[in-house]
T-cell receptor, first 113, second 111 residues
Framework: KAGVTQTPRYLIKTRGQQVTLSCSPISGHRSVSWYQQTPGQGLQFLFE???????NKGNFPGRFSGRQFSNSRSEMNVSTLELGDSALYLC????????????FGPGTRLTVL | QKEVEQDPGPLSVPEGAIVSLNCTYS??????FMWYRQYSRKGPELLMY????GNKEDGRFTAQVDKSSKYISLFIRDSQPSDSATYLCAMSMNRDDKIIFGKGTRLHILP
């Protein structure tokens, strides 16, 4: 079974730009969660989508948004990028019956200059 | 007080030793407890998943939860250099609730 895939793997942007990251979950998984990982704050929950609906949300500003498509693929968008948005963005998928058992992708490393 | 506290390390132990990794938490409503392993430049990988208090064993790994003390542990027996990674504890209140992660402990197993 193929794992969680994320594209692109690396991204360099400048302040003020916007960025879209993509995540394809494990086949059959309908829940996709997004996390931001930085050395200072660790792994922080952004939001979770299940069946195209946002089910949980973390404490991030509205510049961070996401969506999920009918095939469970998910995208995350960050608008008006700030230097502090530089981080590893991870997505994780899980099945409906076992949400807590999350399978992570390799992440997208975003650098904001 | 942070919801989940985890010593960042690094923790260096010789090959073959027993490793003990720990987390404390403040929210007594947490019921589901997980341990993830993260290698450099990779996403976290689920190692252990437990519900409520007690022990769970899987090969060389044992997870222990003490809800009365709000303390969870991961023990690694017969540690190997390939166990060198960052270990993150994680927990949630309900099965569908968001997961809160510790910041991770960097572990080095010395050959």
């Amino acid at each position: 079974k193929a794992g969680v895939t994320q594209t692109p793997r690396y991204l360099i942007k400048t302040r003020g730009q916007q960025v879209t990251l993509s995540c394809s979950p494990i086949s059959g998984h309908r829940s996709v969660s997004w996390y931001q990982q930085t050395p200072g704050q660790g792994l922080q929950f952004l939001f979770e989508y299940f069946s195209e609906t946002q089910r949980n949300k973390g404490n991030f500003p509205g510049r961070f948004s996401g969506r999920q498509f009918s095939n469970s693929r998910s995208e995350m968008n960050v608008s008006t990028l700030e230097l502090g948005d530089s981080a590893l963005y991870l997505c994780a998928s899980s099945s409906r019956t076992s949400y807590n058992e999350q399978f992570f992708g390799p992440g997208t490393r975003l650098t904001v200059l | 007080q942070k919801e989940v506290e985890q010593d960042p390390g690094p923790l260096s132990v010789p090959e073959g030793a027993i490793v003990s990794l720990n987390c404390t938490y403040s929210n007594s409503a947490f019921q589901y407890f997980m341990w993830y392993r993260q290698y450099s430049r990779k996403g976290p990988e689920l190692l252990m998943y437990t519900y409520s208090s007690g022990n769970k064993e899987d090969g060389r790994f044992t997870a222990q939860v003490d809800k009365s003390s709000k303390y969870i542990s991961l023990f690694i027996r017969d540690s190997q250099p390939s166990d060198s990674a960052t270990y993150l504890c994680a927990m949630s209140m309900n099965r569908d609730d968001k997961i809160i992660f510790g910041k991770g402990t960097r572990l080095h197993i010395l050959p």
